[in-house]
Structures are given as C-alpha cells and as structure tokens.
C-alpha cells in the first residue's frame, strides 16, 4: 500500500479506490442510465470539464446506446477548498430547448456547480436536467435537487486521479487517491 503512495506538487496521495471497483461502479451507473435513455426526449449527456472527461468516456462507451455527448467548463475550486463561487469558462454550444440533458460531473461536492449548471439549463429550455456523477461526498452536500445516477458515495476527504485533479496534477491516474491524513 505504502509503494503507490504519490507526491504530486507538495502533497501526498493514498489509495482510496483501485480501478476495478471504479468500474464496477461505472458499470451500474451505466446500467441504470440505459435503461431509462429509451424513455428520454432526445437526450444527450453534457460533460463538465475538466475533471468529467474519464467518466464521461468510460461512462458513455458502457451504454447500451449511442449518445451524444458535449462539454462545458466551469470552476470553483483552488488548490483543495471550494471558493464557494462558480465560474463559467466555456459556454454551450448546442441547442438544449425540448431535450434531457443528462450532465456527467466527476464529483459532487457542496453541489454548488451542479445548481449553477442545472438553473442555467433550465433557463436555456431544457425540458429535464438530470445529473451523473462519479463521486459525490453526502456529509458537505447542500444541493436542493437530486442526485439521479451515482458511481459512489465517499467521505468528505479530498480525493484525485480518476479525472480529479490537485491543482492539475494528478487526472490521469487510474486509481482514486485520498490526500494523506494530516496535511489538510
Ligand atoms: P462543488 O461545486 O462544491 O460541488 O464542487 C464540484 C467541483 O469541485 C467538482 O466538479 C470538482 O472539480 C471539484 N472537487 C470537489 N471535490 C473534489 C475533490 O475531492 N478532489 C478534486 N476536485 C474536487
Ligand atoms: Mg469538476
């Protein structure tokens, strides 16, 4: 355990979830997104960049049918605190009026972006904007919606890789890591 230990700029990273219970996960998501996509008004996924884009690939290429997938960028987060303020970096540039949007986040954490994103697309002419997420951390969320399609639920501890970034280290391990106790 104490081997794949990483440093990634002054921190250290523990392993929290190897990459077969990742996809486990990814797979029941999947599953129950299938399910429901027949019963769905021309639906596409919108991925939230940057952290989303191991999901979302994974998650997509599990599906029993084809979706169309596009990307947004929004951030709140500095180093390993949530700034509580939503920034959008990149706008949307397909037409959502009449359609289920189906937004793949990486994480759900005080579910502040999640609200951010779900209004603005309720705003935009969505007819239903459900959410899929990888992570989310129940003890800090505040989010007066639903969370429609969870991969897991995690404790409140700063985590990377999977897609999760610490000050843009760190997405592409394959595992999930937990900031090393003792260091917050
Ligand atoms: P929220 O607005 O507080 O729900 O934060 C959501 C965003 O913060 C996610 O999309 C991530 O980009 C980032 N985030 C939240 N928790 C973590 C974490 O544990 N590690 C890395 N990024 C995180
Ligand atoms: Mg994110």
């Known amino acids: ?18 990459r077969e219970e990742i996809a486990r996960d990814v797979r029941a998501v999947a599953a129950r997104l299938s399910a429901d996509l027949p019963t769905m008004e021309r639906p596409f996924a919108l991925g939230v960049l940057n952290g989303s884009f191991v999901f979302a690939a ?16 929004y951030a709140s987060y500095a180093g390993t605190e949530s700034t509580g303020e939503v920034r959008q970096m990149l706008g949307l540039a397909v037409d959502v009026r009449g359609r289920d949007v189906i937004v793949v986040e990486d994480i759900v954490d005080t579910g502040l972006t999640m609200r951010s994103m779900i209004e603005y697309l309720k705003g935009m002419g969505a007819k239903s904007v459900r959410v899929a997420t990888m992570f989310c951390k129940p003890e800090v ?7 429609d399609y969870v991969g897991r639920e995690i404790p409140n501890r700063f985590v990377v890789g999977y897609g999760l970034d610490y000050d843009e280290m760190g997405r592409a391990l394959p595992d999930l890591y937990v900031l090393e106790e003792g260091q917050d």
């Not at 355990?1 to 190897?18: A, C, E, G, N, Q």
């Open 141 to 147: 969320f505040q989010g007066a919606f639903r969370l």
């Open 58 to 73: 994974d998650l997509l290429r599990e599906l029993d049918a084809e979706m169309p997938i596009h990307f947004v960028k």
């Open 1 to 18: 355990m104490d081997s794949k230990r990483v440093l990634l700029r002054d921190k250290y990273f523990v392993p929290f979830l190897t």
